[in-house]
């Protein structure tokens, strides 16, 4: 079993930028894929960004060259910096885990709780 725990969601302006982290515990970190999901108001949840066990890494096109994931195998921690926010990055936040990169872009095993993030214009 894994356990995920998010943290670092708030409110922003617009252009603003905001450091989500996702403690893991339960397994061991370094063999997992890590991944951040969203979900909005009357959306489905999709894939932000993911990141290998070995460091290949995954954006979604409406994020890339604003968002950056990264991990810290030795804190058991993934993070995503989210820069150059816009309103419709307002959602839910989601971190996802699996062993396995390609179910981690499509069908994680485990998930967090999920923390707010509002970007207001």
Request: with cysteine.
């Amino acid at each position: 079993q894994v356990q995920l725990v998010e943290s670092g969601g708030g409110l922003v302006q617009a252009g603003g930028s905001l450091r989500l982290s996702c403690a893991a515990s339960g397994s061991i970190f370094s063999w997992n894929s890590m991944g951040w999901y969203r979900q909005a108001p009357g959306k489905e949840r999709e894939l932000v960004a993911a990141i290998s066990s070995v460091g290949n890494t995954y954006y979604a096109d409406s994020v890339k060259g604003r968002f950056t994931i990264s991990r810290d195998n030795a804190k058991k921690t993934v993070y995503l910096q989210m820069n150059s926010l816009r309103p419709e990055d307002t959602a839910i936040y989601y971190c996802a885990a699996s062993m396995a990169y390609s179910k981690v872009l499509s069908t994680p095993d485990y998930w967090g709780q999920g923390t707010q993030v509002t970007v207001s214009s």
